[in-house]
């Protein structure tokens, strides 16, 4: 039987984005994936009360985090890795194809030849299949494309962290129209997450309420296999890149993204500071039209 880790999640209501804190409750060290760094668009200002809710129930818990962990360079929100990696004193990680986004956005935004596009602003590149401890629950990396180039899964135990694949049952799959990203290389992902256990606990990256309903973030790869309105039933590989595509048309650009892909590709920093101490963010006009 797998090992089940303690999962505690946390709703941030601006993004309609999930983070969370799983721990092994023998050793009580654990891990927190996809931390939010709020940001103000109107004011340009940015905040740590996410993160701070995190760290309070962290010490309130008594967990020792050994890991701060990203899905992918986020387009809704920006990552507060960074912040939580000082607090902490835990080193951060995410999927080693994360160079390829890094490489990707750096020609969108055209940044100056020395921003290093090498990974090197994490502590480690995750490889596919890698397989590390969080106190004794081994913690299994999936390479997860298609809503971006750079998409991993992390299942630690009966519970996987499945970042923006599937939303809930009720509102399907996430999007795959970004730069970079492949409906069919998200329909292969998607399969590769049906196929852990049905009991497997899988825990979404973001939920947006249908019909406005209470937010949520679990259901089990049985549920989603008999309920998710993209692939229950088992769909096929053409059918679902149909309906996904069709979608993807209709969807607006995340209101964050040309702001928050800029600074998670920085590993979750703000740009540098210029002459006159302020950092700057960086908008391509027109390229999105």
Same mark, same amino acid.
């Given at each position: 039987?797998?090992?089940?880790?303690?999962?505690? %999640?946390?709703?941030?209501?601006?993004?309609?984005?999930?983070?969370?804190?799983?721990?092994?409750?023998?050793?009580?060290?654990?891990?927190?994936?996809?931390?939010?760094?709020?940001?103000? #668009?109107?004011?340009?200002?940015?905040?740590?009360?996410?993160?701070?809710?995190?760290?309070?129930?962290?010490?309130?818990?008594?967990?020792?985090?050994?890991?701060?962990?990203?899905?992918?360079?986020?387009?809704? &929100?920006? %990552?507060?890795?960074?912040?939580?990696?000082?607090?902490?004193?835990?080193?951060?990680?995410?999927?080693?194809?994360?160079?390829?986004?890094?490489?990707?956005?750096?020609?969108?935004?055209?940044?100056?030849?020395?921003?290093?596009?090498?990974?090197?602003?994490?502590?480690?590149?995750?490889?596919?299949?890698?397989?590390?401890?969080?106190?004794?629950?081994?913690?299994?990396?999936?390479?997860?494309?298609?809503?971006?180039?750079?998409?991993?899964?992390?299942?630690?135990?009966?519970?996987?962290?499945?970042?923006?694949?599937?939303?809930?049952?009720?509102?399907?799959?996430?999007?795959?129209?970004?730069?970079?990203?492949?409906?069919?290389?998200?329909?292969?992902?998607?399969?590769?997450?049906?196929?852990?256990?049905?009991?497997?606990?899988?825990?979404?990256?973001?939920?947006?309420? #249908?019909?406005?309903?209470?937010?949520?973030?679990?259901?089990?790869?049985?549920? &989603?296999?008999?309920?998710?309105?993209?692939?229950?039933?088992?769909?096929?590989?053409?059918?679902?890149?149909?309906?996904?595509?069709?979608?993807?048309?209709?969807?607006?650009?995340?209101?964050?993204?040309?702001?928050?892909?800029?600074?998670?590709?920085?590993?979750?920093?703000?740009?540098?500071?210029?002459?006159?101490?302020?950092?700057?963010?960086?908008? #391509?006009?027109?390229?999105?039209?």
């Amino acid at each position: 039987m797998s090992v089940s880790p303690i999962v505690e %999640s946390f709703w941030d209501e601006p993004t309609g984005s999930w983070q969370y804190v799983f721990h092994d409750p023998k050793t009580m060290k654990g891990a927190i994936v996809d931390p939010v760094l709020d940001f103000d #668009p109107g004011s340009a200002s940015t905040g740590t009360g996410n993160a701070d809710a995190i760290l309070d129930y962290v010490e309130q818990a008594g967990i020792e985090i050994v890991w701060v962990l990203d899905t992918h360079p986020h387009a809704d &929100h920006f %990552s507060a890795a960074p912040y939580l990696k000082e607090k902490l004193g835990a080193p951060a990680g995410i999927g080693e194809h994360v160079v390829k986004v890094q490489k990707l956005w750096k020609d969108i935004y055209n940044l100056l030849d020395g921003f290093p596009t090498d990974g090197s602003q994490w502590d480690h590149l995750f490889r596919d299949g890698e397989v590390f401890l969080v106190g004794t629950i081994p913690v299994r990396v999936m390479f997860s494309p298609g809503h971006t180039m750079a998409s991993i899964t992390y299942v630690a135990g009966d519970a996987a962290f499945v970042h923006d694949t599937l939303m809930m049952p009720d509102s399907g799959t996430s999007r795959a129209d970004f730069p970079g990203g492949d409906s069919h290389e998200l329909y292969r992902s998607l399969q590769a997450i049906l196929a852990l256990p049905d009991e497997t606990r899988l825990f979404v990256g973001h939920d947006y309420r #249908p019909d406005g309903r209470e937010a949520r973030c679990e259901a089990t790869v049985g549920e &989603h296999k008999a309920a998710n309105i993209h692939l229950k039933g088992g769909v096929g590989e053409d059918a679902y890149v149909s309906t996904r595509d069709k979608r993807d048309a209709t969807l607006p650009l995340p209101k964050l993204m040309l702001a928050a892909l800029q600074v998670n590709i920085r590993g979750g920093r703000l740009p540098e500071p210029e002459a006159n101490g302020a950092a700057y963010l960086k908008i #391509p006009l027109n390229r999105f039209n």
